[in-house]
């Protein structure tokens, strides 16, 4: 059989900067953004944003989602175990996306008498309509453009740090509050009947 040596091309840190003809890192951000959008600077700086307050929703709704569940984890004395068991679990969560933990909350949150949290969903489709495509004219959050209308632009702002209020005084009531009803109990009844 006669095969070909392949010898390996020693390493080049810049090897697609070099496919691009592009010499400098500031030249090679720039260039890149050209060529993978239309957008302009304004354009990118408000999709950016708009992805920010969508991942701080995120961040709320996998902290509600973890600490929710992980109080269902049968932890013992065992600390290797207890260990692997938290590892899995942090893997699982951590794969979840924003649409399958706010799938299993929305009942839940819908029930609280806070019309911040309604805002979730209006957040969410204006993420994925900035997301998906380049034409920022289409993108609405709650019937207007933050693209074309600042004080819609400042709304959104505005509704993520409602949602974040609303959703740290959730957990402390639904989550915290019940811990520390338990630790008293513990402390002054013992844990034989638990």
Not at 14 to 35: F, G, I, Q, W
């Amino acid at each position: 059989m006669n095969q070909k040596l392949v010898c390996p091309m020693p390493p080049n840190p810049n090897r697609y900067m070099d496919l691009l003809n592009l010499h400098s890192a500031d030249e090679a951000y720039a260039e890149v953004k050209k060529l993978a959008s239309a957008l302009t600077e304004e354009q990118h700086h408000i999709r950016s944003c708009i992805f920010d307050l969508h991942a701080a929703v995120e961040a709320e709704l996998r902290r509600i989602f973890y600490h929710t569940f992980k109080a269902q984890l049968f932890l013992t004395h065992d600390e290797k175990q207890n260990d692997d068991t938290l590892k899995k679990f942090d893997k699982t969560v951590a794969r979840l996306g924003f649409m399958d933990m706010y799938r299993v909350l929305r009942p839940v949150l819908d029930s609280w008498p806070s019309d911040d949290l309604r805002s979730i969903q209006a957040i969410n489709e204006t993420r994925n309509m900035a997301a998906h495509g380049d034409n920022t004219d289409k993108v609405l959050y709650k019937e207007r453009n933050p693209f074309l209308d600042a004080d819609c632009f400042a709304q959104l702002y505005f509704d993520v740090w409602a949602i974040k209020q609303s959703m740290s005084r959730f957990f402390d009531m639904v989550i915290e509050k019940p811990k520390a009803q338990l630790r008293r109990y513990v402390e002054k009844y013992g844990s034989g009947l638990l």
